[in-house]
């Protein structure tokens, strides 16, 4: 097994250079900024990134976002998102609001988000996979000509298919408007709808501030139907006292759940007592006396 080792000052490098590298994304063309050309470019470029932030998102028709796009979410044009066009001095006014590719010869003039099957794209009607057909406004499939244009059944998580989603591209102020999160002003380019760690999770599976939102009191104070996921109707029960329950196996079923309150050590601990205190009594039980089945004299 190799070990990687690094002189002096060398994780600090490295450091320096994820730091460049996620300010500058692909606006260096590739060849590194002189230290003087990326105070410029820092001076120039922070501010009207900070204030100008485009939010992307993949929306279902209930308004959730399914998919919140980051830098390295692949397009239509099978390019990432930082290598589209997302830093603006004014926001444009018309809507939607396109982000070209800036890769050389794309045809792609708009970012456009399509999902993936696993790791494999997805299907249009024509049978075809997305990245066979093009690019350019209306998504001709380049393998048949049957085909008037990209469109997919595939079903998404949250139950809607893919042609009922739209790429949504809108600003902070957009969102706020609706409710949705913006998270913190980052200075990092092509950031997209990320927000946080669980931007990265599937819309239904995000229930915080970087999702859809956390659920109300209302619903989680919600008594368990027969209806709820015997997970949750376990779960539920564990905040109930394991003395007011007269069933022994719903008695052992909430005990060996971990209570809110406990730390790992405090349940490991009241779970080794709970043991011993078993065996103790299955021991003293085996060895009770059998009545006499004698009469007496």
Known sequence: MERLTLPPGGAAAVDEYLQYRRIVGEDDGGKLFTPEEYEEYKRKVLPMRL???L????????????KLVGPETLCFCTHRYKQHKTDFETIPQQRPIALPCRVSGCPCRA???VPLNGTQPIRCRCKHFADQHSAAPGFACNTCSKCSGFHSCFTCACGQPAYAHDTVVETKQERLAQGKPVGQDVPYAAMGG?????????????LDDSGI???????LNSPATPMDHPFLK???ASSTSPETL????????????KRPEEDDMTFFERR???????EKAAKHKGKAPLPSTTKPS
């Open 51 to 53: 204030q100008n932030r």
């Open 55 to 66: 939010f992307v998102s993949w929306r279902s028709p209930t308004g959730m976002d399914c």
């Open 111 to 113: 970012y456009h988000y």
């Open 194 to 206: 990320l927000t946080g760690f669980s931007s990265l999770a599937e819309g239904y599976m995000r």
């Open 213 to 219: 939102g956390a659920p109300s009191a209302e619903v």
């Open 234 to 236: 376990a779960f539920q």
């Open 246 to 257: 007269t069933d022994a196996g719903t008695s052992s079923q909430v005990s060996s759940l």
């Open 272 to 278: 080794y007592q709970e043991r011993i205190k078993m």
